[in-house]
């Protein structure tokens, strides 16, 4: 469903080690209105049940149903220069 580069792994076990135990990374879709659609990420510790659980190392990616749809063959990278860092995601 969803792929995560190795630098974008790193980076989500590295902001997680801060996080209790049971947290993971949630990735959702908003709407956006004109641009299209928003990408979201929060840290969660509860599993839903229609969540999707994509592992990322140590630690995983909790993605609901509606948003799965839309993140269907996605890439999310992390990118860091010397003027910013964020997550890119390259959504075909």
């Not at 004109?34 to 509860?46: E, H, L, P, Q």
């Amino acid at each position: 469903m969803l792929t995560l580069t190795e630098s974008a792994i790193k980076r989500i076990s590295k902001v997680l080690a801060k996080e209790g135990p049971s947290a993971k990374l949630r990735m959702y879709i908003e709407g956006g209105g004109c641009s299209g659609f928003n990408y979201g990420f929060a840290i969660d510790d509860v599993k839903k049940d229609d969540d999707f659980e994509i592992p990322a190392g140590s630690s995983s990616v909790l993605v609901d149903a509606v948003s799965a749809q839309y993140l269907e063959g996605a890439v999310v990278d992390y990118k860091k220069t010397l003027l910013s860092e964020s997550f890119v995601i390259k959504n075909p």
